[in-house]
């Protein structure tokens, strides 16, 4: 992968030539300027440079251990300090406590440059006193000395102006939305981002933090079918939301995003630093769906231990005011800070599993998926493609259906004849023995294993059923327990054998018996549930 380069000199690139005016000589829009650093040292002076074109600029740091405040304080820039808990909250602890000269704010970031066409419309704009809460701006990403015009997306838009009396900011991902009740408008000129100001390990490391809290966004976010009508909104920032959601749903996330920058977007078109770019996206995808799939299995196994641990009619949970007890990144519930029990509150179930599942008396709430991607992708295959074919063969095909099973995983032996019109969920758990035949309409539902030793016959419409759900816990997870059905046993027609039952040598089930324990071998057993009615003679 090629190593992003530093950050060029403001004239270099035809992105830049909006700069070769000194910013003193800009013309001065009435605004204040917040700019948001940590470890900022080789990016605050040039950023203090492109706001030079305001009298009023303040620097909130939010705990920098290089040099960045000391650099801002001796060009004469005054200095507040923060710690950051949230991009949202940071934004807000400024338009709170920073004394600003101005009532409409900027806030850039330190490897951010204002142009003098923004500035120049800034002014033009709150010259008409607009009663906008604030405006969405586009930025121009630069990397490797030119603009990313395409792969980047242009024009993505921020919200950066906005009125400090109207408007507050909320978390959202790594990011922030605006909270406001006003109008949003949009301005036309773009600032400039230096995302790779700091070189590509920085990108990285950042990159990486962010997606920590995507990942976590995504665990608490609820998407709904009615926020996709937004995919083809006219407005471009809910466009943009929707369609970001959507991709919360897409299996190849990794690939979806690199091909939609590379080709949706036309970043072929930026060369080689495009390349690269669609390149860094999708291993930013890649680090969010690998920490957003161990959350849901680190969440998953917290229930486990919840439901394990509490009784079913009242659920409680470790609750001290001003504390959280519940590790946001691992999904564990913590005892360690509240060694004394009696100080634990009994709170009803659905503050901690969510209204629908913590009812007392109420549905049940299904598990996510147990499937792994791979499985559910070699299932759709199945479904739309194989299944249709093993469907459409003729009648004595018998072995181009046994090939088609074994691409899919299936252990089959010589001499098995399926009929077409079988029906096999989960090809890949089939072990099928040598003779074994299988008559119409049959259901191998092979959630878990089903093994047909040799010679064992499975006659029409009979339903082979390895997989059921525990009924006793609330998440109703599924289990998947085997079937095996001994050497010479013949299932009669429409017989249900259900999961975890095993059915001795030379058995023989009646026809519409439903088998749900062992068998014992060479028995002929009928009825519901079957029981043995005689010994099995063979002459």
Not at 194 to 219: C, I, P, V
Request: some cysteine; charged content about 25%.
């Amino acid at each position: 992968m090629t190593t992003a380069t530093a950050k060029p000199q403001l004239d270099v690139t035809e992105a830049m030539k909006s700069q070769a005016v000194p910013a003193t000589e800009w013309r001065r829009a009435p605004v204040s300027v917040v700019i948001l650093t940590l470890n900022e040292e080789i990016n605050i002076a040039e950023a203090i440079a492109s706001s030079a074109w305001s009298d009023d600029v303040h620097v909130l740091d939010s705990g920098s251990t290089d040099r960045t405040c000391e650099i801002a304080q001796e060009l004469g820039i005054k200095v507040h300090v923060h710690p950051f808990r949230s991009f949202g909250a940071q934004r807000n602890w400024a338009i709170d406590n920073i004394p600003l000269k101005y009532n409409w704010v900027f806030h850039l970031d330190a490897d951010e440059r204002f142009t003098q066409e923004l500035v120049s419309e800034m002014d033009e704009t709150l010259l008409e006193e607009p009663f906008e809460a604030g405006f969405q701006i586009p930025n121009k990403l630069i990397f490797q000395g030119r603009w990313l015009r395409f792969s980047a997306g242009y024009p993505t838009y921020q919200m950066r102006l906005f009125h400090k009396e109207r408007m507050r900011f909320r978390d959202y991902g790594h990011g922030q939305r605006e909270a406001t009740d006003g109008k949003v408008g949009f301005l036309k000129s773009p600032y400039l981002h230096y995302s790779f100001s700091k070189g590509l390990y920085d990108w990285l490391d950042k990159h990486n933090r962010y997606s920590s809290l995507e990942a976590l966004q995504t665990m608490q976010h609820t998407r709904s079918w009615a926020g996709f009508t937004n995919l083809f909104s006219r407005d471009a920032i809910k466009r943009r939301r929707a369609w970001k959601d959507l991709g919360y749903s897409l299996p190849f996330r990794p690939f979806v995003r690199w091909f939609y920058t590379m080709f949706i977007s036309l970043g072929v078109l930026d060369g080689s630093a495009g390349w690269t770019y669609a390149r860094l996206l999708a291993m930013y995808e890649q680090m969010t769906v690998q920490k957003l799939r161990l959350l849901k299995s680190r969440r998953a196994a917290a229930r486990e231990d919840f439901e394990k641990d509490t009784t079913p009619q009242v659920k409680t949970k470790l609750f001290v005011a001003g504390d959280e007890q519940v590790d946001r990144l691992d999904g564990k519930l913590r005892t360690d800070r509240h060694p004394d029990r009696s100080q634990i509150e009994p709170v009803p179930a659905h503050y901690y599993m969510g209204e629908d599942e913590g009812r007392e008396l109420g549905q049940l709430a299904p598990e996510s998926s147990p499937w792994t991607f791979k499985e559910k992708a070699a299932r759709v295959l199945w479904m739309l493609v194989a299944g249709p074919i093993f469907r459409v063969t003729f009648h004595n095909w018998y072995g181009l259906r046994v090939g088609i099973l074994r691409i899919f995983g299936a252990q089959i032996g010589h001499g098995v004849r399926i009929r077409p019109t079988v029906k096999i969920e989960v090809p890949w758990n089939l072990d099928l023995r040598d003779s074994v035949t299988v008559g119409d309409y049959a259901i191998l539902y092979a959630l878990g294993k089903i093994t047909i030793c040799e010679r064992t016959t499975i006659s029409q419409y009979a339903h082979l059923c390895a997989g059921t759900h525990d009924f006793t816990n609330r998440r109703f997870p599924l289990i998947r327990d085997p079937i095996w059905l001994g050497p010479d046993v013949w299932i009669g027609a429409d017989v249900f054998v259900g999961p975890d039952v095993k059915i001795g040598r030379l058995s023989v089930v009646g026809a519409r018996s439903s088998v749900y324990k062992d068998l014992e071998p060479g028995m002929v057993y009928v009825g519901n549930p079957a029981k043995a009615i005689k010994q099995r003679e063979l002459h």
